[in-house]
Every structure is written in C-alpha cells, then in structure tokens.
C-alpha cells in the first residue's frame, strides 16, 4: 500500500536507473554555502541524510559504511595514535575512530560549518556525542590547505570521508596526485590512507578505479574492499593503502578488535572482513586497468555517479 502523504525522492544512479525512496517528512531542508542538505525520515530506513540529490546515510545502516572506512585502515599500523579526517560531517567516522584505545588525537576537518552544526544538533545517533571527546580537534576549512600547512609526519591514518572527485565538485583538488603528496609527507613511515571509494559495479567503478590509481602514488600498497549498503541498494568500496608493506592482518581481525577496541561494532569482524575483501574476478579485472591518475592540471572529468552506456 502506497500512502498518499508520502514524498517520493529519486535517487538518479544512472542512464535508465533510478532508485526510490519514500519519505514522510524533512527535519531539516538546508543550502549551505557549498551543498544542499536534507535530512528526512524514511518508514523503511528511518532518519536519513540527503545531499545533492544522493542519499549519503541513513540511521539503520550507516555503521556499515563507517566501521569499513575505519577499522581495516587503523588495524594495519602498528599503533595509531594521531589521526586525521578530511571531510566526516555527521561525525560517525570520528565516533568509530575514538573506539580505538591507542587513538590520542583525531583532527577533523570539514569545510562546512553549517553542515556539521546542522548534524550536531539533529544526528546523534551517528556522532553520539564524539564531537566533544577532549581527544578531538574539529576544524572548519579547506582540507587541501590545511594538508599543505601540517607539519613533517605530523599523522599515523589519514581518513578521506569525502565526497566523490567529480569535476567542480568541493572535494576535487582532494583526489590529485599533488594532493597524496602532501597526504604522505604528513603521515610517518607507517603512514595509512583509507578512502571511500563510491559504487563498485561492472558499470560503475571507474571512481573507485581512478582514486586507488592516484592514491597509489603516495601509498603503493593498495587494497580494495566493498560491503553492501542497504539503503544505498548497491555494494559501496573503499580503499586502504599504506605506505609500506605490512605484515597481514587478514587472520587476526577478532584478535585486534579484542586487543585494541573499546565498545562494540555492528558489522566489522573476522567474516566480515574476508567477505568485504573478497571481490569477485569480474569486479578484479576491471580495477586491474591501467589509466592516468588525477592531477592538479588534469582532474577527473565526470561531473557525477550517473554514466552513459
């Protein structure tokens, strides 16, 4: 039964796709100075964040995209102390990062301020109050130009919770070459980046493909993994590179959840660690392309997800 007050958003995906979901009513309906933000309850997926026109989050699912975007990257250096967030507006990013016992810093740095404010006041159930945690530094800015000013070796883990690359888009110049440059420059020896990496399907994964290209630049060692995101209603990637080759960890997932986590995780343990690393042959074929990195001079040219067939 379809109920009459109900406004139907439509998630473009795509020539020929479109995904649809019901929402009962907007808490918030906000322009910021850098992009358009919704936050409306779904009756299937409950509170959800809306940006641009892409659903970004929702309250049943979101701890699925964020334990992968932070667990596999602080598990493989040895002693994560001092981490850095680019972007991470609804601050769960930085609520999963703060799990670990070894973390003393997290500097987050976001450029929209009334986006975070606007998350602060109606998102608790994805920062839980980790905005306040005296370990954390939330900085308002340009992420590149703040990247460009950190000190030598200044970060263990570098967190990219961005936006996608796409041209004009805010978080363009943080995809370059000269970017991860200055990403590496700042991380020590066992430096770590971690990115998501957007949809990762036989139609759509050059995004994924054109950010682990150029982030190996900087941190050769790249791994690609995806989880299933419901009310993304598509497989979602991510990225962990480092600097070094490190001893695996592929084994020892529950052991570091026992040894270096405080609180509990929804989603990420020992199976859930090997089904999100374990991509199948088709999806490795495509990502084992070779192309041009982004650069400064040369950006990625799509201007969003959707993609001509």
């Given at each position: 039964?379809?109920?009459k007050?109900?406004?139907?958003?439509?998630?473009?995906?795509?020539?020929?796709?479109?995904h649809?979901?019901?929402?009962?009513?907007?808490?918030?309906?906000?322009?910021?100075?850098?992009?358009?933000?919704?936050?409306?309850?779904?009756?299937y997926?409950?509170?959800?964040?809306?940006?641009?026109?892409?659903?970004?989050?929702?309250?049943?699912?979101?701890?699925?995209?964020?334990e992968?975007?932070?667990?596999?990257?602080?598990?493989?250096?040895?002693?994560?102390?001092?981490?850095?967030?680019?972007?991470?507006?609804e601050?769960?990013?930085?609520?999963?990062?703060?799990?670990?016992?070894?973390?003393?810093?997290?500097?987050?740095?976001?450029?929209?301020?009334?986006?975070?404010?606007?998350?602060?006041?109606?998102?608790?159930?994805?920062?839980?109050?980790?905005?306040?945690?005296?370990?954390?530094?939330?900085?308002?800015?340009?992420?590149?130009?703040?990247?460009?000013?950190?000190?030598?070796?200044?970060?263990?883990?570098?967190?990219?919770?961005?936006?996608?690359?796409?041209?004009?888009?805010?978080?363009?110049?943080?995809?370059?070459?000269?970017c991860?440059?200055?990403?590496?420059?700042?991380?020590?020896?066992?430096?770590?980046?971690?990115?998501?990496?957007?949809?990762?399907?036989?139609?759509?994964?050059e995004?994924?493909?054109?950010?682990?290209?150029?982030?190996?630049?900087?941190?050769?060692?790249?791994?690609?993994?995806a989880?299933?995101?419901?009310?993304?209603?598509t497989?979602?990637?991510?990225?962990?590179?480092?600097?070094?080759?490190?001893?695996?960890?592929?084994?020892?997932?529950?052991?570091?959840?026992?040894?270096?986590i405080?609180?509990?995780?929804?989603?990420?343990?020992?199976?859930?660690?090997?089904?999100?690393?374990?991509?199948?042959?088709?999806?490795?074929?495509?990502?084992?392309?070779?192309?041009?990195?982004?650069?400064?001079?040369?950006?990625f040219?799509?201007?969003?997800?959707?993609?001509?067939?």
């Open positions: 039964m379809i109920e007050n109900w406004i139907w958003f439509h998630d473009h995906f795509g020539k020929g796709e479109e649809h979901h019901a929402i009962t009513r907007f808490i918030a309906q906000v322009d910021t100075p850098f992009q358009h933000v919704e936050i409306g309850i779904s009756p997926f409950g509170k959800m964040i809306i940006i641009d026109g892409d659903v970004q989050s929702s309250v049943v699912d979101e701890h699925v995209y964020h992968l975007i932070v667990h596999p990257a602080l598990f493989s250096h040895p002693n994560p102390k001092s981490i850095l967030i680019l972007g991470g507006g601050g769960a990013t930085l609520r999963e990062i703060l799990k670990h016992k070894t973390v003393e810093r997290v500097v987050m740095c976001d450029i929209d301020r009334q986006a975070v404010d606007l998350f602060k006041t109606h998102l608790p159930e994805w920062h839980q109050n980790s905005f306040y945690d005296p370990r954390v530094e939330l900085i308002h800015g340009d992420a590149r130009a703040y990247l460009e000013k950190a000190p030598d070796e200044e970060f263990d883990v570098i967190i990219s919770d961005l936006t996608e690359p796409y041209s004009g888009g805010p978080s363009q110049r943080l995809f370059s070459v000269e991860y440059e200055e990403m590496a420059r700042v991380t020590g020896p066992d430096g770590v980046y971690s990115a998501q990496g957007s949809l990762l399907r036989l139609q759509t994964y995004v994924h493909l054109v950010i682990k290209t150029t982030c190996q630049t900087a941190f050769p060692y790249a791994r690609s993994c989880g299933y995101i419901q009310s993304y209603d497989p979602w990637s991510f990225i962990t590179a480092t600097k070094k080759q490190i001893p695996p960890i592929d084994n020892r997932i529950d052991e570091l959840i026992a040894e270096r405080n609180g509990d995780l929804k989603f990420y343990d020992q199976e859930a660690h090997n089904h999100a690393f374990s991509l199948p042959k088709d999806i490795r074929a495509l990502l084992s392309k070779k192309i041009d990195p982004i650069t400064d001079s040369k950006p040219s799509r201007e969003s997800k959707s993609i001509d067939m």
